[in-house]
């Protein structure tokens, strides 16, 4: 477990899958129904892209091409709301990274805010990218999850020139290098990570458990001193990946035999009482109310609600056992009409010093380490740069693992199958 | 004597008629006034439906859905959550039951009493309704939060226990529906009771009823075309609602409609959402069918029409 990182870099299946990188997806594809006893987790990967009878263009035969010309001078970038620097001055307001890019490269971006969750803003593009048309946007960000491995699975993103990041390849972070969603970041640029660990009100877990008044393990979830004032998340990702982790189980590598576990788990949790409600982005609201003492959450919200200060001193507790680091990733859906311009600004914001202006605003994990030192000496934040949220080091990088990425869809429907009705029940 | 021709006849002031052929446009305007409404029921309410019925036969996975003619569909849709059907179908009759208790003698009061004022009270009964029915919903999860102004309160004074709590619950869920649906059901029974003759109510004084009687046999009968209205459009939209579940709900609480956004867009399974939908709404129109049958179609059907 402790070995994460190097394992992420030195995993020879991986190295395989990055060596493979002329190959298209579809010819892995083929190679992978030949040569199944040598098949790597890369190739077992692509097989998933390539479906029989599927009718949508691929993005990927032309992705080299169509990134050779000019750029247009125009982009469009469709991102999570509150997740830009912006700043408030006498003549309104300005965002001071979008402004930096455009005085240098002349490109306008229009910079847009539609997305409030994955599936229902996939559900929204499906449509024009199953006709293979511009959805609109040249650069999407999207979470590693159910989301993305759809976009992948079904040939609708981009292949991005491996030759037009300088910064990316300078100064991305190990933890958004090589992803195991995506090996060799051949279709995602990350924007930004985060993690899902335990939010906390230190008032009430003190006198619900007033032995032990501090929250340090995943299966303090499953206390049953908390009964009816656990928070868990109503979701086939974090809600499971985390339990697992919880049991000792490494999500990424784990096996059907252990996800039934942490079903059983997750289900005795329901059954016993203990869990409060299944929530969606409105467990902010039951932890700022008192609804729950602890709950499930999101690293960047708990910054948010203290900085709101409604509520006073909520914590934020990465496990001792792990937490599930996720990421939102820039990626260029088919059908893109600026491809220069997005990828120009997708290494862009990989410039440490624009890095900066980002992450000091957004209070996410940022991508860019480098932009660390930038934000302590020159924008004299040590709070944020100091952070452990935003600036993990190796040893909390360490610590946190993935979800696990579905091999099929068949695969995936077991996976719901056996989750789903916990929620649902 | 001879045959007088028209022109005697007309001289005479005897009316003369031509027998006219039908004209095509006396015929056609019936259907000229209801093309609109057909043409946008054929767009926006049969081919949506045709669709859905169609992509509900579909087999596969998203980018590989095939038309295969698979019934299969429904029939893992009503297995896997027949409970929760049959929980939404419970969850909507108490909600519909609850509606019609708070809301009649509401609109009996406005219908009866009401005087000159009566349309600005219903305007104070519906006002809450102009903000969206989301943010009222999400503004009871802070009223009634375990500590909050109300529960809190209550707890500090040592009238309710410690753990008591209201969200997350049964209640909870029923009662947010019911709250969020009571317009539907206040305006059919008051548009009814409205129309009620006033000197009915004291003819049955006159005649010695007294006034529980007067209400048993004159204004009740008189007022159930709007109950069955009201019924009927309470108890549709309760049991297809998912929001109220969601906010206000805990485990054990979900409800039809959120199963299907779940395979709608986590699942991405859209056959099987359309398939659960399709069984909703035939399930709904055949019951709905029955109702009226039992009850007289027009009855309820003039209900419905006059609060529209």
Same mark, same amino acid.
């Given at each position: 477990?402790?070995?994460?990182?190097?394992?992420?870099?030195?995993?020879?299946?991986?190295?395989?899958?990055?060596?493979?990188?002329?190959?298209?997806?579809?010819?892995? %594809?083929?190679?992978?129904?030949?040569?199944?006893?040598?098949?790597?987790?890369?190739?077992?990967?692509? $097989?998933?892209?390539?479906?029989? #009878?599927?009718?949508?263009?691929?993005?990927?035969?032309?992705?080299?091409?169509?990134?050779?010309?000019?750029?247009?001078?125009?982009?469009?970038?469709?991102?999570?709301?509150?997740?830009?620097?912006?700043?408030?001055?006498?003549? #309104?307001?300005?965002?001071?990274?979008?402004?930096?890019?455009?005085?240098?490269?002349?490109?306008?971006?229009?910079?847009?805010?539609?997305?409030?969750?994955?599936?229902?803003?996939?559900? /929204?593009?499906?449509?024009?990218?199953?006709?293979?048309?511009?959805?609109?946007?040249?650069?999407?960000?999207?979470?590693?999850?159910?989301?993305?491995?759809?976009?992948?699975?079904?040939?609708?993103?981009?292949?991005?020139?491996?030759? +037009?990041?300088?910064?990316?390849?300078?100064?991305?972070?190990?933890?958004? =290098?090589?992803?195991?969603?995506?090996?060799?970041?051949?279709?995602?640029?990350?924007?930004?990570?985060?993690?899902?660990?335990?939010?906390?009100?230190?008032?009430?877990?003190?006198?619900?458990?007033?032995?032990?008044?501090?929250?340090?393990?995943?299966?303090?979830?499953?206390?049953?001193?908390?009964?009816?004032?656990?928070? +868990?998340?109503?979701?086939?990702?974090?809600?499971?990946?985390?339990?697992?982790?919880?049991?000792?189980?490494?999500?990424?590598?784990?096996?059907?035999?252990?996800?039934?576990?942490?079903?059983?788990?997750?289900?005795?949790?329901?059954?016993?009482?203990?869990?409060?409600?299944?929530?969606?982005?409105?467990?902010?609201?039951?932890?700022?109310?008192?609804?729950?003492?602890?709950? +499930?959450?999101?690293?960047?919200?708990?910054?948010?609600?203290?900085?709101?200060?409604?509520?006073?001193?909520?914590?934020?507790?990465?496990?001792?056992?792990?937490?599930?680091?996720?990421?939102?990733?820039?990626?260029?859906?088919?059908?893109?009409?600026?491809?220069?311009?997005?990828?120009?600004?997708?290494?862009?914001?990989?410039?440490?010093?624009?890095?900066?202006?980002?992450?000091?605003?957004?209070?996410?994990?940022?991508?860019?380490?480098?932009?660390?030192?930038?934000?302590?000496?020159?924008?004299?934040?040590?709070?944020?740069?100091?952070?452990?949220?935003?600036?993990?080091?190796?040893?909390?990088?360490?610590?946190?693992?993935?979800?696990?990425?579905? /091999?099929?869809?068949?695969?995936?429907?077991?996976?719901?199958?056996?989750?789903?009705?916990?929620?649902?029940? | 004597?001879?045959?007088?021709?028209?022109?005697?006849?007309?001289?005479?002031?005897?009316?003369?008629?031509? =027998?006219?052929?039908?004209?095509?446009?006396?015929? $056609?305007?019936?259907?000229?006034?209801?093309?609109?409404?057909?043409?946008?029921?054929?767009?926006?309410?049969?081919?949506?439906?045709?669709?859905?019925?169609?992509?509900?036969?579909?087999?596969?996975?998203?980018?590989?859905? *095939?038309?295969?003619?698979?019934?299969?569909?429904?029939?893992?849709?009503?297995?896997?959550?027949?409970?929760?059907?049959? =929980?939404?179908?419970?969850?909507?009759?108490?909600?519909?039951?609850?509606?019609?208790?708070?809301?009649?003698?509401?609109?009996?009061?406005?219908?009866?009493?009401?005087?000159?004022?009566?349309?600005?009270?219903?305007?104070?009964?519906?006002?809450?309704?102009?903000?969206?029915?989301?943010?009222?919903?999400?503004?009871?999860? %802070?009223?009634?939060?375990?500590?909050?102004?109300?529960?809190?309160?209550?707890?500090?004074?040592?009238?309710? =226990?410690?753990?008591? *709590?209201?969200?997350?619950?049964?209640?909870?869920?029923?009662?947010?529906?019911?709250?969020?649906?009571?317009?539907?059901?206040?305006?059919?029974?008051?548009?009814?009771?409205?129309?009620?003759? /006033?000197?009915?109510?004291?003819?049955?004084?006159?005649?010695?009823?007294?006034?529980?009687?007067?209400? *048993?046999?004159?204004?009740?009968?008189?007022?159930?075309?709007?109950?069955?209205?009201?019924?009927?459009?309470?108890?549709?939209?309760?049991?297809?609602?998912?929001?109220?579940?969601?906010?206000?709900?805990?485990?054990?609480?979900?409800?039809?409609?959120?199963?299907?956004?779940?395979?709608?867009?986590?699942?991405?399974?859209?056959?099987?959402?359309?398939?659960?939908?399709?069984?909703? +709404?035939?399930?709904?129109?055949?019951?709905?069918?029955?109702?009226?049958?039992?009850?007289?179609?027009?009855?309820?059907?003039?209900?419905?029409?006059?609060?529209?």
């Amino acid at each position: 477990m402790t070995d994460r990182k190097d394992r992420l870099i030195t995993d020879p299946a991986l190295l395989r899958g990055l060596a493979m990188r002329r190959m298209s997806r579809r010819d892995l %594809f083929r190679y992978a129904g030949v040569g199944a006893g040598s098949v790597s987790l890369a190739a077992i990967l692509a $097989a998933c892209g390539g479906q029989p #009878g599927q009718t949508t263009p691929t993005g990927t035969d032309t992705g080299s091409s169509i990134f050779a010309g000019q750029p247009n001078g125009t982009v469009n970038f469709g991102n999570w709301p509150l997740y830009i620097d912006k700043e408030k001055r006498a003549d #309104g307001i300005h965002f001071p990274s979008l402004e930096l890019f455009t005085k240098e490269t002349g490109i306008e971006i229009n910079y847009t805010t539609p997305i409030n969750d994955n599936a229902e803003f996939f559900g /929204k593009i499906q449509p024009v990218l199953a006709a293979g048309q511009y959805t609109g946007y040249d650069i999407i960000a999207i979470t590693n999850g159910d989301t993305l491995n759809q976009l992948l699975r079904l040939d609708w993103l981009v292949e991005l020139p491996a030759d +037009m990041r300088p910064n990316f390849d300078q100064y991305a972070s190990v933890a958004v =290098r090589d992803p195991a969603y995506d090996p060799g970041n051949r279709f995602t640029m990350a924007w930004q990570s985060g993690i899902t660990g335990i939010g906390w009100d230190p008032k009430l877990v003190a006198e619900l458990r007033p032995d032990k008044p501090e929250i340090t393990s995943v299966n303090d979830l499953f206390d049953p001193a908390f009964k009816g004032k656990v928070g +868990m998340f109503g979701d086939t990702g974090d809600t499971p990946n985390l339990t697992m982790v919880g049991l000792g189980i490494e999500p990424e590598t784990s096996t059907p035999d252990q996800w039934r576990q942490a079903a059983q788990v997750l289900e005795q949790q329901r059954d016993d009482g203990v869990v409060r409600a299944y929530y969606n982005q409105n467990y902010t609201n039951a932890l700022s109310n008192g609804d729950v003492a602890l709950t +499930m959450a999101w690293s960047g919200d708990i910054y948010q609600l203290n900085a709101e200060g409604d509520v006073e001193g909520l914590q934020f507790s990465i496990p001792e056992e792990g937490a599930i680091i996720w990421t939102d990733n820039m990626c260029i859906p088919i059908g893109v009409e600026n491809p220069v311009d997005a990828i120009t600004y997708m290494d862009f914001v990989y410039r440490p010093d624009v890095q900066a202006l980002i992450a000091d605003w957004v209070n996410y994990i940022s991508p860019v380490p480098a932009a660390r030192d930038i934000i302590l000496n020159e924008l004299n934040d040590p709070t944020v740069a100091n952070s452990p949220l935003v600036f993990p080091d190796e040893e909390d990088l360490a610590n946190l693992h993935s979800y696990y990425v579905f /091999k099929t869809p068949e695969e995936q429907q077991e996976w719901n199958g056996l989750f789903q009705p916990i929620y649902q029940g | 004597m001879s045959t007088p021709t028209v022109d005697e006849l007309v001289k005479a002031g005897v009316p003369v008629f031509e =027998r006219r052929k039908p004209r095509l446009r006396r015929t $056609a305007t019936p259907y000229g006034l209801m093309a609109p409404a057909a043409l946008y029921l054929a767009l926006f309410f049969l081919v949506p439906i045709g669709y859905m019925l169609y992509t509900s036969l579909w087999s596969g996975f998203l980018g590989d859905f *095939r038309f295969t003619w698979n019934f299969g569909n429904y029939s893992f849709g009503i297995e896997q959550y027949g409970d929760i059907y049959l =929980r939404s179908l419970w969850y909507a009759s108490i909600v519909t039951l609850l509606a019609l208790v708070l809301a009649y003698p509401v609109a009996y009061w406005i219908a009866f009493y009401g005087g000159k004022r009566k349309s600005m009270y219903l305007f104070l009964l519906l006002l809450p309704f102009f903000v969206s029915f989301i943010i009222r919903t999400v503004q009871w999860q %802070f009223l009634l939060a375990d500590n909050g102004i109300i529960l809190g309160t209550l707890k500090d004074l040592g009238v309710l =226990r410690n753990d008591f *709590r209201v969200l997350a619950t049964t209640t909870a869920v029923v009662s947010g529906i019911t709250y969020n649906f009571l317009p539907f059901t206040a305006l059919p029974l008051y548009v009814s009771l409205e129309r009620i003759d /006033k000197h009915l109510v004291e003819a049955g004084k006159d005649l010695y009823a007294s006034r529980v009687t007067t209400f *048993r046999k004159v204004v009740w009968p008189l007022s159930l075309p709007g109950v069955f209205a009201a019924f009927l459009l309470t108890f549709v939209p309760a049991v297809g609602d998912y929001v109220n579940a969601e906010i206000l709900g805990g485990p054990g609480n979900f409800m039809i409609g959120n199963v299907i956004q779940d395979q709608f867009l986590t699942n991405f399974n859209y056959p099987v959402a359309a398939a659960l939908s399709f069984t909703l +709404m035939a399930a709904l129109l055949v019951g709905g069918s029955i109702y009226a049958k039992v009850l007289g179609t027009e009855d309820v059907t003039t209900g419905a029409a006059v609060r529209a």
